[in-house]
């Protein structure tokens, strides 16, 4: 994985619960499925408003 793909780990993807994509990103890559980043994050456990934006991000991370 080059630099430039982690460039965006910083991002807070759940303003809820302050969930940045690489906190998303560590939780995948340690085998978690969606439940359980959702809760060990606190993504998805606010308002919902995530719920789009962390599917689709990992879509992307199962793709890769």
Same mark, same amino acid.
């Given at each position: 994985? =080059? #630099? *430039? #793909?982690?460039? #965006? !780990? =910083?991002?807070?993807? %759940?303003? %809820?619960? $302050?969930?940045?994509? $690489? ?6 890559? !340690?085998?978690? !499925?969606?439940?359980?980043? =959702?809760?060990? =994050? *606190?993504?998805?456990? $606010? %308002? $919902? *408003? %995530?719920?789009? !934006? ?11």
């Amino acid at each position: 994985m =080059s #630099d *430039g #793909d982690n460039a #965006d !780990d =910083s991002e807070i993807i %759940c303003m %809820c619960s $302050g969930t940045t994509r $690489g906190k998303i990103r560590k939780l995948f890559n !340690d085998g978690m !499925d969606l439940e359980a980043i =959702s809760n060990w =994050s *606190g993504a998805l456990s $606010g %308002c $919902g *408003g %995530c719920e789009w !934006d962390v599917a689709t991000f990992l879509a992307e991370l199962s793709a890769q």
